[in-house]
Nanobody, 124 residues
């Protein structure tokens, strides 16, 4: 079993930055694909970014590429999401997820473990 705990969310203004952290416990996730998703009320949880064990990354191009950066510190069993130039449309609950497989996936259903989420609110 893997437990994931997100932190770092908050209320910021448009143009500000935030760094989200996701600390994993239970067992190492160094070989897992790790991802970030986000969800607003009434909408589906959507993919934001993912990183494999070797540091290979993929992003939702339309919404966040060029502004968000996913990274991981395997020694700390932690994944990060650096969010720059935040926009009001980035407002959502952000979830960290881990996939048992190490292959890249953007599909929510392919992730096996989820954190409880952290709220990010961007005011205009």
């Amino acid at each position: 079993q893997v437990q994931l705990v997100e932190s770092g969310g908050g209320l910021v203004q448009a143009g500000d930055s935030l760094r989200l952290s996701c600390a994993a416990s239970g067992r190492t996730v160094s070989r897992n694909l790790m991802g970030w998703f986000r969800q607003v009320p009434g909408k589906e949880r959507e993919f934001v970014a993912a990183i494999n064990w070797g540091g290979g990354t993929t992003y939702d191009v339309d919404s966040v590429k060029g502004r968000f950066t996913i990274s991981r510190d395997n020694a700390k069993n932690t994944v990060y999401l650096q969010m720059n130039s935040l926009k009001p449309e980035d407002t959502a609950v952000y979830y960290c997820a881990a996939r048992s497989s190490y292959t890249i996936s953007t599909m929510r259903a392919s992730y096996d473990y989820w954190g409880q989420g952290t709220q990010v609110t961007v005011s205009s």
